[in-house]
């Protein structure tokens, strides 16, 4: 069963997460307290609600307890985003990821229990959702619209394995160009008899379909 997340806030930042989730297809249900920006992603979203992300009853009765993941994208208002994460830590949610807009933010987030703390300056939207999505996205740069640049943890099933044989270009059209090692080394341009160790990042560029496939075919 996939993965179901809630997007509070619909600003920029938790807009571009929400669109992102659902082209990876995802379930996604978002909150915001502005009516504008409910009927903006209306046509997006199959659950959008204006609500009060700060009233705990109000998220009981929208069934956000049953969600995985949450992303508290607030950012107008440091209070309603302390807050809304802890209610959302008290209601049992597996994941919360929250955005911080200074360093007091983060620590205050950092304090009541936030599993994961963003920093719009740094973190883009679409980076997120692909790190939220994927247990082995270690980081995600967007090159151009149609393509990016990927870092991946190998999965057990690559260990001891050559890029000959795995033959991740064949199977997702992406390619390795580059492999981190555990101990800090780097191999530039692999080789195809070069073998994935364990703890070897895999430094990949592709199309994003083709990426976002790659994601998912090593998560099964």
Not at 65 to 82: E, K
Not at 124 to 145: F, K, M, W
């Amino acid at each position: 069963m996939k993965k179901q997340f809630i997007v509070i806030g619909l600003g920029r930042f938790g807009g571009t997460v929400a669109r992102t989730l659902i082209s990876l297809g995802y379930e996604v249900m978002a909150i915001d307290r502005d009516i504008r920006k409910v009927q903006d992603y209306s046509s997006i979203l199959t659950h959008v609600f204006q609500a009060d992300s700060t009233d705990e009853k109000v998220l009981k009765e929208l069934g956000v307890s049953n969600m995985d993941h949450a992303i508290v994208a607030i950012g107008d208002d440091l209070q309603a985003s302390i807050l809304t994460s802890l209610i959302l830590k008290d209601m049992g949610i597996k994941k919360v990821t929250a955005k911080a807009t200074s360093e007091y933010h983060r620590r205050v987030l950092e304090r009541i229990g936030a599993d994961h703390i963003i920093q719009p300056e740094r973190d883009t939207g679409i980076r997120v959702a692909h790190q939220i999505t994927s247990n082995n996205t270690v980081d995600y740069l967007e090159l151009s619209p149609d393509f990016s640049l990927v870092e991946v943890l190998a999965p057990k099933a690559m260990y001891d394995k050559s890029l000959k044989t795995i033959n991740i270009r064949a199977k997702y059209g992406c390619n390795v160009v580059a492999i981190k090692r555990s101990d800090n080394s780097m191999i530039v341009s692999p080789l195809a008899d070069d073998k994935i160790q364990e703890g070897d990042v895999l430094v990949m560029i592709g199309s994003n379909p083709d990426i976002t496939r790659f994601e998912k075919g090593i998560a099964e």
